[in-house]
């Protein structure tokens, strides 16, 4: 794991402690909510990308 990787994942845990927490709120404010789903979603896209691992060549299965 990288360090790019791990920071990204930190900042998606306080991320969804915040959603948390606005979301058991008594007046939850919708716009927040709504911010903080988008930029989850995002972190989440970017930790996926850094997660692929592209193959140097494709894999053939004819020639086995």
Do not use: C, G
Request: charged share 40%.
């Amino acid at each position: 794991m990288t360090f790019s990787s791990f920071r990204l994942m930190q900042y998606h845990q306080k991320i969804d402690r915040e959603l948390r927490a606005e979301i058991t709120r008594r007046w939850p404010d919708i716009f927040r909510v709504q911010r903080l789903k988008r930029l989850k979603l995002a972190i989440k896209d970017r930790l996926e990308s850094h997660t692929k691992v592209p193959l140097r060549r494709p894999l053939r299965l004819d020639n086995i």
